[in-house]
């Protein structure tokens, strides 16, 4: 065990498959994810669909909107080394940003009488960012992997349990976040299994 031997830098096979996963990664960005599914949780529960629309985009810009501009502020300034956040010690500050804005969002779909399905929706998006600020101050959990996870959760909870036949994507998101080396197996399963978790106790409660 010489003092002097060298970590050699992990390296990521060029290729088809390498371009896949970053496409897959980019389309299921926990910011992607959460619009499209606030926005037709929102749909889904107004009485009009011009209703459903304003909670959406109301609900959207609080959720997603201002946590994500803040992430793409900190990566133009060098403090953030990329928009999916990849560094652990980097996720502290945008993830109680994003604890900051799902609160204010919460009290003010409270406030405006939001249907209770988009209200269930924003408790379970900050019961999931209190764990993933918890988890991520000493271990890199998945949050690609719990944020998909959660969103099927909801939507079968929402539509019925035919979709679990897309279950499958799942994999492939996980698979796309170990290909780039962003996460280990553990880190994607664990992710997993948060993100249906609270989808399934806090949404499924509060829906």
Do not use: N
Not at 1 to 16: D, E, N, S
Not at 32 to 47: D, K
Not at 78 to 87: C, F, N, S, Y
């Amino acid at each position: 065990m010489g003092g002097g031997a060298k970590l050699r830098p992990v390296t990521i096979r060029p290729g088809p498959g390498l371009r896949i996963a970053r496409l897959v990664t980019e389309v299921t960005a926990p910011a992607v994810l959460v619009s499209l599914l606030i926005l037709t949780v929102s749909w889904h529960s107004a009485r009009r669909p011009g209703q459903g629309l304003v909670w959406g985009l109301l609900a959207t810009l609080f959720v997603t909107g201002i946590p994500f501009a803040y992430i793409v502020g900190g990566v133009r300034r060098g403090r953030l080394t990329d928009h999916h956040v990849g560094r652990r010690e980097q996720r502290r500050a945008p993830l109680l940003v994003g604890l900051g804005s799902v609160a204010a969002a919460l009290a003010l779909l409270a406030v405006l009488g939001a249907p209770r399905p988009v209200l269930a929706l924003a408790v379970a998006g900050l019961v999931g960012l209190v764990v993933i600020v918890s988890v991520s101050h000493w271990w890199k959990i998945s949050i690609h992997s719990a944020v998909g996870a959660g969103t099927l959760v909801i939507l079968m909870l929402t539509f019925g349990t035919r979709l679990v036949v897309v279950a499958p994507l799942l994999a492939l998101v996980g698979w796309s976040r170990v290909r780039l080396r962003d996460h280990t197996v553990s880190q994607v399963l664990a992710g997993g299994v948060l993100g249906a978790l609270i989808a399934t106790v806090v949404f499924g409660a509060l829906r």
